[in-house]
């Protein structure tokens, strides 16, 4: 049976208690009666996980955290470690996101440190890779998203078949600007072989597209054979959006 795609949210720094109530309330409501067309989570900031936990257990749609520490416990201040993910039932954590990696200094092996220490807890990492507009433009866009895998492979090892990974081109992310489903296809295809030069199960593992990914976009982008789901940004900050997205996972 084929595998069913993820549609995930990354709220980023956004959302109030209020908010979140609302919008995910709506969603839940927008879900009642049909099969949801995709498997679906939300990745909430880490104060939210709690409340995320009690709106979201046993509905649908997984709830997961936007960073995770690459360390296991101790004099780590303003860290959140995997087992405090677990606790409050998060399955995902993002890891390596391109604002991460810019802002917050985030190596390669730091992403990749992330990835397995998630894995260790079974926690699915989400391991976001992607080039800037220079790298795009200097013909480097496939050495740079391959380094950027090739950490997270060396490091998980076997268990990279328990991962997902999401090509977010960084010129895309917050700008509006998508990658044409052609353009984004090309590095999924990078990816997926990577993948399968790693592991005999290369098609395990969900490839999601993100960066501007809308509910006007999205049907083209997963439509395409190596592109398994979507991070979703700001469309998944409205419920109308976020369930558009999802019903055309398809
Ligand atoms: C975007 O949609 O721009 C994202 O960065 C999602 O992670």
Not at 39 to 58: I, R, V
Not at 64 to 93: I, N, P, W
Not at 189 to 194: D, E, H, N, S, T
């Amino acid at each position: 049976t084929k595998m069913k795609k993820l549609i995930a949210g990354n709220w980023k720094m956004n959302g109030s208690l209020a908010a979140n109530e609302a919008l995910v309330k709506a969603m839940l409501e927008g879900l009642q009666g049909a099969e949801p067309a995709a498997d679906m989570a939300l990745c909430a900031p880490a104060p939210y996980l709690a409340q995320l936990q009690s709106l979201l257990q046993g509905s649908p749609i997984a709830w997961g955290a936007q960073d995770v520490s690459a360390h296991e416990q101790g004099a780590y201040t303003g860290e959140v470690s995997v087992a405090m993910l677990k606790e409050f039932g998060c399955r995902y954590a993002i890891v390596g996101h391109s604002e991460r990696r810019q802002y917050h200094g985030e190596t390669d092996e730091v992403v990749a440190a992330k990835a397995q220490r998630a894995l260790a807890a079974g926690v699915t990492p989400i391991v976001c890779v992607g080039e800037t507009l220079a790298q795009r433009e200097a013909g480097e866009t496939e050495a740079v998203v391959k380094r950027q895998l090739a950490a997270a492979i060396h490091t998980v090892g076997h268990c990279i078949t328990e991962i997902v990974v999401a090509y977010e081109p960084v010129w895309a992310i917050g700008t509006g600007k998508t990658a044409t489903p052609e353009m984004a296809q090309a590095v999924h295809a990078v990816l997926r072989a990577q993948l399968a030069a790693a592991t005999t199960h290369p098609k395990r593992v969900h490839i999601l597209y993100g960066g501007s990914m809308n509910a006007a976009n999205a049907a083209s982008l997963l439509a395409q054979p190596d592109i398994d789901g979507g991070l979703i940004g700001g469309a998944s900050l409205k419920a109308a959006d976020f369930l558009q997205i999802v019903a055309s996972a398809r």
